[in-house]
């Protein structure tokens, strides 16, 4: 019915950059806030960046000053540009809306299938 899709992952050296998009697509009214969250191995998925639909922003400590979250709502898309990754920074990255109102006017919360970065030399 509503879906996420991500792009842009990849494998990138150390202080290189990315740009990870994130389009929604289907039955959809209207989307509230999107995020990305990202899952490194053996680690908890944990928040990275959200922004509400006015363009209220949130970011996790670590990647303050070094990535920027942004969304186009009338393309459904969010994005996340990466700058100055660390080895760190590698983890699936998954695009996240918690709220999602449909043309049925139901409330989803929906998941995209993640996409990986790699920052290594």
């Known amino acids: 019915q509503v879906q996420l899709v991500e792009s842009g992952g990849g494998l990138v050296q150390p202080g290189g950059s990315l740009r990870l998009s994130c389009a929604a697509s289907?039955?959809?009214?209207?989307?509230?806030?999107m995020g990305w969250y990202r899952q490194a191995p053996g680690k908890q998925r944990e928040l990275v960046a959200d922004i509400t639909n006015v363009g209220g922003t949130n970011y996790v400590d670590s990647v303050k000053g070094r990535f920027t979250i942004s969304r186009d709502n009338a393309k459904n898309t969010v994005y996340l540009q990466m700058d100055s990754l660390k080895p760190e920074d590698t983890a699936v990255y998954y695009c996240n809306a918690p709220e999602i109102l449909t043309t049925n006017y139901e409330y989803l919360e929906v998941w995209g299938q993640g996409t990986l970065v790699t920052v290594s030399s």
């Open positions: 289907g039955s959809i009214f209207s989307i509230n806030t």
